[in-house]
């Protein structure tokens, strides 16, 4: 069984290579996709590495976040209960995976000393403690099986959908949490891209088919609500602190929940105190928090 399964883009690949070599000094076996051999079903070895991997690290970049595949890999390792991500340099991570603790590398020098490193292995050693580390006894402490996965989302982009519900509900959180709207961040890179002639009943049949995917969405969101709540309140107990700014969001607008700002400042509180700086730069502008 491989250790560590890295799921990138060709475009890190030399911020992934020397991430390989620093697991596999410590004596960590890894797979990423330069093991592929000449004539090799890529489509069937890459899924099969991924479901045997104890665990899954997702390099985030400006570039894998519009990968599908680096998506999709990331997408089956978080329902296994195995996902670790980490970027390597900012980039607008995807929903829902936006709501899992993301280690932030984009110093790490590339030595297994620096401090984003040694958090990684902290998080990577909850599935498989590093072989090459010796106990003191002199001996390799085994490695362990991993935990057993977690059972299914049932409603897997439930929490990217109570993120837009909240959203809709309250364009003064959305202006506080710096985000101008819910389309700008699914246009992703048009902002950089070259203007390009577009026909405008072709606009027009995008623009409508679009609406109608969102409204499908809303509706599916509002039958789902109990089960999104349950979902972020087991997340937040669990300490996430994205998932504490998302209930905390629902219960200062109301949204799925009743009404309740008190409950909202004390989620977002406990967000500020385990030290997240977007809860705090939220907090510090809430109404009726202080």
């Known amino acids: 069984m491989t250790d560590i399964f890295i799921s990138y883009s060709?475009?890190?690949?030399?911020w992934v290579a020397r991430l390989a070599k620093a697991f596999g000094e410590l004596g960590y076996d890894v797979w990423w996709d330069?093991?592929?051999?000449?004539?090799?079903d890529f489509a069937h070895i890459i899924p099969t590495e991924l479901e045997k991997a104890r665990c899954v690290v997702v390099v985030w970049s400006k570039v894998s976040v519009t990968?599908?595949?680096?998506?999709?890999?990331?997408?089956?390792?978080?329902?296994r209960g195995v996902l670790i991500p980490v970027s390597c340099e900012a980039a607008d991570i995807p929903m829902p995976l936006d709501l899992l603790h993301t280690e932030d590398m984009r110093g790490w020098n590339g030595k297994p000393e620096h401090?984003?490193?040694?958090?990684?292995?902290?998080?990577?050693?909850?599935?498989?403690?590093?072989?090459g580390l010796s106990t003191g006894?002199?001996?390799?402490?085994?490695?362990?099986d991993p935990p057993p996965p977690l059972p299914p989302k049932k409603f897997p982009w439930l929490p990217a959908l109570l993120i837009s519900a909240v959203v809709l509900g309250s364009g003064v959180y959305w202006q506080m949490q710096g985000k101008s709207s819910v389309g700008a961040s699914l246009a992703g890179d048009s902002f950089t891209s070259p203007p390009v002639a577009i026909d405008p009943a072709e606009a027009e049949r995008k623009a409508k088919e679009a609406q109608a995917n969102e409204l499908a969405q809303a509706k599916a969101t509002l039958e789902a609500w109990p089960d999104a709540i349950t979902r972020l309140t087991t997340l937040a107990e669990s300490g996430d602190t994205s998932a504490m700014q998302v209930l905390g969001a629902s219960y200062y607008v109301g949204h799925g929940v009743d009404k309740d700002q008190q409950r909202?400042?004390?989620?977002?509180?406990?967000a500020?105190?385990?030290?997240?700086a977007k809860a705090e730069e939220t907090y510090a502008n809430l109404p009726n928090c202080h």
Not at 10 to 14: E, F, K, T, V, W
Not at 116 to 131: D, E, G, I, N, T
Not at 137 to 144: V, Y
């Open 10 to 14: 060709r475009s890190d690949q030399a």
């Open 34 to 40: 330069t093991q592929l051999l000449a004539g090799e």
């Open 67 to 79: 990968r599908k595949w680096v998506r999709s890999e990331a997408t089956r390792a978080d329902n």
């Open 115 to 131: 401090p984003a490193f040694q958090k990684l292995l902290q998080a990577v050693s909850r599935y498989c403690p590093a072989p």
């Open 137 to 144: 006894s002199g001996e390799l402490p085994p490695i362990k």
């Open 264 to 270: 909202a400042c004390q989620l977002y509180k406990q």
């Open 272 to 276: 500020v105190d385990a030290g997240d």
